[in-house]
């Protein structure tokens, strides 16, 4: 696997949940396979899980990590050609990539849309250019657009809970493949479509029954929705829900452009709270995190036994690690 952006770079998705299983169940088997490599986490934008994540799946497959906080000590880059540099930004994009490619095996890079230029953003203008310029191997650790390493984890998640519930005779699951749900939630401020994109890639990729709510205006990227069913009827949506994926997201501008990355609503009636939960099949509570309770959650959700968020979090581990076994393997 040369980069990490889509749920086709993976392969089959079987094949890659067995090997996240295998990978849970003895995390330091593949130690020698990362010896004496060296993988590079650029952040332009804030992460805790990411970061943490990422690096200790490295540390797992024995590799030496370096990471680079972009905004905090290092020359601030210019990204665009045809620009004088007499601002503040000392060093240009197109020599700092092929610089950072120098000093290590793979890159993983975070760079969060703009949301002020659709097409640019849409288009993957940033990390595209470490794709063409670093001449290593690049991992998303969230572009403009995706984040497949959450997806993955996101899916892993649902595929253990499902199992276990499946395993269980007194608590055989009504339906055969579960309902999973992605919601839209209200939020104070504008943000990506990251999150939301990959999730509907995965699950349309998935063996699952996938549909997305939303309020008018928030329709994601079709090339990301496919053939997953949607419905604004938020009530509708969440009836007999197994998994809830709730999540904030800006405008993802495909009705009006003019609106790209704009918030069109507040309306707090999207707030997951008990209520919500109760139009569920005994469902399960899912998020990237960070969360705002209040706003995306109420506590007592956010709280529940329900809840899978520690659950998510603690997969990204695995599957950074397998992301990277496989790129390491085609080094
Ligand atoms: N990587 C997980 C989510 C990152 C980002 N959330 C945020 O920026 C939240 C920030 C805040 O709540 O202030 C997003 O939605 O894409
Ligand atoms: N879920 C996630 O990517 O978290 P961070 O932004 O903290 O890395």
Redesign the pocket.
């Known amino acids: 696997m040369k980069t990490f952006f889509n749920v086709q770079d993976l392969g089959p998705l079987q094949a890659a949940l067995k090997e996240a299983e295998e990978v849970k169940a003895n995390r330091f088997a593949y130690q020698q396979l990362g010896k004496n490599k060296t993988l590079l986490m650029i952040f332009f ?7 943490l ?1 990422t690096q200790k799946a490295a540390m797992n497959l024995g590799m030496n990590v370096i990471v680079l906080d972009v905004n905090a000590g290092a020359w601030k880059l210019e990204t665009e050609r045809g620009v004088i540099m007499d601002g503040d930004k000392s060093e240009h994009l197109l020599e700092a990539i092929p610089v950072m490619g120098c000093y290590c095996d793979i890159i993983a890079v ?1 760079s969060f849309a703009g949301l002020s230029d659709r097409d640019y953003d849409y288009a993957e203008t940033i990390v595209g250019q470490f794709v063409k310029y670093s001449g290593r191997p690049v991992v998303a ?2 572009t403009a657009t995706v ?1 497949p ?2 997806a993955f984890a996101d899916l892993i998640t649902i595929h253990e809970k499902w199992t276990e519930l499946n395993a269980n005779p007194s608590n055989q699951p009504s339906h055969k493949r579960p309902k999973v749900v992605l919601t839209w939630a209200p939020h104070c401020r504008a943000l990506p479509q990251a ?1 939301p994109n990959s999730f509907a890639q995965w699950m349309n990729a998935a063996d699952v029954d996938f549909v997305i709510t939303q309020p008018e205006g928030y329709e994601l990227d079709p090339k990301f929705v496919g053939d997953a069913r949607v419905e604004y009827d938020q009530h509708k949506a969440l009836e007999d829900a197994d998994f809830v994926y709730a999540k904030n997201w800006s405008c993802p501008g495909v009705k009006n452009k003019g609106n790209y990355g704009k918030i069109l609503s507040k309306d707090a009636s999207w707030t997951i709270d008990s209520e919500h939960m109760s139009w569920t099949n005994y469902g399960y509570f899912m998020h ?3 969360v705002r309770r209040g706003l995306i959650v109420t506590d007592d959700v956010i709280e529940s036994p329900h809840s899978l968020v520690i659950p998510e ?1 603690a997969n ?1 581990e695995i599957s950074a690690e397998v992301v990277l076994k496989r790129v390491l393997e085609t080094l």
């Open positions: 934008n804030n992460s805790l899980r990411t970061r994540s975070r650790m969230e984040h390493l959450q999150v990237c995190l960070p979090a990204r």
